[in-house]
Each structure stands twice: as C-alpha cells, then as structure tokens.
C-alpha cells in the first residue's frame, strides 16, 4: 500500500537559517507531489507542485523553494528564514489523473 | 483564476440538527470538487467528491454550476462530524488543486 512520510514533525530554527523539511512517498510511482501552508484563517496554501523529477510549478512568490531529486521525494527548503515562514507544512501526494490526494503528517515549524 | 470560497470559518450546531457547510469557486473550465476532512489530532482525508456523486457518513454535495458552488449538507448532525472542513477545486489538468480557508464544525450535545 502508497505510504507518505513528512519529517520532522515539529522544528524550532532562528531567523536567518535555512531549512530543509522533507516528503517521500512509497507504493507508488510518478506521483503529483504537493506542499501546502496551513495557516489559521488561511486555509490551505498551495506553494508548490510538481508532476515529474526536477518539474516544480510556485503558486506563490516567497522565501521558500521546492525541489524533487528522486520520484518519490519532495523537499521544501529556504536558504534565510524569516518569521513570516512560521507555520504548518503539509506535503501530499496523488495519482495520476483523477485520483483524489493524500496528505502527510505534517511538520510544524517555529521560527524564533 | 482558480478561487474557493468558504464563507463561514466556524459553524456551530446541535446535534440532531441539519448541517450545511457553504463552498463557492471561479474557474473558467470544468473542475473538480471535493470535500476534505480533519478530525482532531488526525490526518486530513477526503471526504467525498462531486464525481463519485455518493453519501459518505451521511455527507452529500452537489455541484451546482449555474450557481458555482458545491455545499457540503448532512439531515442530521452526529457529535463527531466535528472537526475542519475544507473544500477543494482541482483544474482540468487534473494537477493543481487549490483549497478554501476551511470551516470548522462544532456540534453541541
């Protein structure tokens, strides 16, 4: 059976470091990969797509990027955080066509 | 543009009591709805979608195109149908899929 695996759940990081959080999928291949913002008030943000390796689609202009090295993993990194970067990160991932999505753990992450 | 719309941040009713939690879009081709939930300390999941046109935990919706949207409604509402609900449009390419802010529902015993 398709798996998703976030890491970490939760990350505390300073002003002004990178991040990496990371996504990978198992029981599947050439899966849609996601990574929405959860925001209170806000709903669900789409930030990034991508329906192939190395094939990355930004909905919204920031300080984050998204990076698929392998099939199965999606990585959502930063070079500098700032404190707006504060939030609930979820990765999903889908079939293709017109299967519905699938949504990891999530990870929260603080930045102080 | 793509666009969902969930008007109501909290809904609040009683048990027994009909549900209906309010959805809207803009999209210029033909989309793809669904319903997602997120119980407490759960992951979020799909609930239902308007293709599959069927009743999940006594949840229905149907998509209205005239009036562009697609209303979750439940007769008859149980203590744990609470939790968050977000409505979610996918394009025509069958790729990107956008959500609304979301509803969060409380049934009072």
């Known amino acids: 059976s398709q798996t998703i695996h976030q890491w970490p759940a939760t990350l505390v990081q300073p002003v002004g470091s990178p991040l990496s959080l990371e996504c990978t999928v198992e029981g599947t291949s050439n899966p849609n990969l996601y990574w929405y913002r959860q925001a209170a008030g806000r709903g669900l943000q789409l930030l990034f797509y991508?329906?192939?390796?190395?094939?990355i689609s930004s909905e919204v202009p920031q300080n984050l990027s998204a990076s698929r090295p392998q099939d199965r993993q999606f990585i959502l990194s930063s070079k500098k955080l700032l404190l707006s970067d504060s939030g609930f990160y979820l990765c999903?991932?889908?079939?293709?066509?017109?299967?519905?999505?699938?949504f990891g753990d999530g990870t929260r992450l603080s930045i102080l | 543009a793509q666009r969902v719309t969930q008007p109501e941040k909290l809904l609040s009713v009683f048990k027994g009591a009909p549900v209906e939690l309010k959805c809207n879009y803009s999209?210029?081709?033909?989309?793809?709805l669904f319903w997602y939930v997120q119980y407490s300390r759960q992951r979020l999941q799909l609930l239902l979608r308007h293709i599959s046109r069927e009743s999940i935990k006594g949840f229905t919706a149907d998509l209205n195109k005239g009036e562009t949207s697609f209303h979750l409604k439940k007769p008859f509402a149980q203590e744990e149908d609470s939790a968050m609900y977000y409505c979610?449009?996918?394009?025509?390419?069958?790729?990107?899929?956008?959500f609304g802010s979301g509803t969060r529902l409380s049934i009072r015993p």
């Open positions: 979610a449009l996918r394009n025509s390419s069958a790729s990107k899929i956008i």
């Open positions: 991508s329906v192939g390796i190395g094939q």
């Open positions: 999209y210029s081709g033909s989309p793809e």
């Open positions: 999903a991932w889908k079939g293709q066509g017109t299967q519905p999505q699938h």
